[in-house]
């Protein structure tokens, strides 16, 4: 059974950091290329950030860029999102995916709220 469990997420003031962490099993880990998605209240769900199996990385969403990092683990079948300078439009559901070919995994979210 594949499982996607996400951690770290929580309650954060304006300017701080977080730090998510994905955890894959049921799956060949480095076979797939991961990525982190948020879902902001009342807004559509979207990509924040990519990475192959090998590590090469992309931000996907401008708003990020220079603020947020992903990384991977594959001896931990771990990816993580080092989130920095947080601010309150950074609230959201932050989803991790795991892909491979057409297939597609997601985790169930861990929520960032970021407020003074």
């Known amino acids: 059974q594949v499982q996607l469990v996400e951690s770290g997420g929580g309650l954060v003031q304006p300017g701080g950091s977080l730090r998510l962490s994905c955890v894959a099993s049921g799956i060949t880990f480095s076979k797939y290329a991961m990525a982190w998605y948020r879902q902001a209240p009342g807004k559509e769900r979207e990509l924040v950030a990519t990475?192959?199996?090998?590590?090469?990385?992309?931000d996907d969403a401008a708003s990020v860029k220079g603020r947020f990092t992903i990384s991977r683990d594959n001896g931990k079948n771990t990816v993580y999102l080092q989130m920095n300078s947080l601010k309150p439009e950074d609230t959201a559901v932050y989803y991790c995916?795991?892909?491979?070919?057409?297939?597609?995994?997601w985790g169930k979210g861990t929520l960032v709220t970021v407020s003074s």
């Open positions: 990475i192959t199996t090998v590590g090469g990385s992309t």
């Open positions: 995916n795991a892909r491979y070919s057409l297939v597609r995994y």
